[in-house]
């Protein structure tokens, strides 16, 4: 496996667990957990997609990369919820 290989396997792999845990209810899409991997998750995709070079990915990726950390800001930003009673 390249380098490129393992780094964009890690980015991808971030970028699913952020989703499939979303869709299972365990992460808020507006939370700092979600936005934190996507950032980190998009940013080695791009990094690997930049090592081949293969520009279509390299858009998409960096594209994710800011819009992430756009909501990853906004996130860390926001006020803290008041616990849940049960």
Not at 20 to 45: P, S, W
Not at 62 to 84: D, E, M, N, Q
């Amino acid at each position: 496996m390249s380098t490129s290989d393992l780094i964009g396997f890690i980015g991808v792999s971030l970028l699913l667990i952020a989703f499939l845990l979303h869709l299972l209810g365990r992460l808020r899409a507006d939370g700092v957990l979600y936005a934190l991997l996507n950032t980190v998750g998009a940013g080695l995709a791009c990094l690997a997609a930049a090592m081949l070079p293969y520009w279509p990915f390299i858009i998409l990726e960096g594209t994710w990369t800011l819009v992430s950390l756009g909501a990853l800001v906004k996130a860390l930003r926001a006020p803290a919820a008041p616990p849940t009673e049960r």
